[in-house]
């Protein structure tokens, strides 16, 4: 099992800045990819950002040039900088880790942060 916690949520106002962090825990062999995602009232979750194990990143493109998605490997923990916030992007906002458990097993496992709520006012 993985336990994810997440934090840095809160509100902001447009234009402002904040910083979410996930820390995974527990028996694993390997993260082989952390991420954001989010979900807003009345619609579906959607991916916001990723990073792989070789540091390869993605982004949605309404997040592209504002968001910067890091990771530390030492602390099992991603990080997402969120500058020039939008209220579009008001959403919870989930992290999500895939892991491994085995060197000799490909099969990836996925988790899912409990989610932090990110608010911006206009």
């Known amino acids: 099992q993985v336990q994810l916690v997440e934090s840095g949520g809160g509100l902001v106002q447009a234009g402002g800045s904040l910083r979410l962090s996930c820390a995974a825990s527990?028996?694993?062999?390997?993260?082989?990819?952390m991420g954001w995602y989010r979900q807003a009232p009345g619609k579906q979750r959607e991916l916001v950002a990723t990073?792989?194990?070789?540091?390869?990143?993605n982004y949605a493109d309404s997040v592209k040039g504002r968001f910067t998605i890091s990771r530390d490997n030492a602390k099992n923990t991603v990080y997402l900088q969120m500058n020039s916030l939008k209220p579009e992007d008001t959403a919870v906002y989930y992290c999500?880790?895939?892991?491994?458990?085995?060197?000799?097993?490909?099969?990836?496992?996925?988790?899912w942060g409990q989610g932090t709520q990110v608010t911006v006012s206009s």
């Open positions: 999500n880790v895939l892991v491994g458990y085995s060197a000799y097993d490909v099969r990836e496992y996925s988790y």
């Open positions: 527990g028996s694993f062999f390997s993260i082989n990819a």
């Open positions: 990073i792989k194990s070789g540091d390869s990143t």
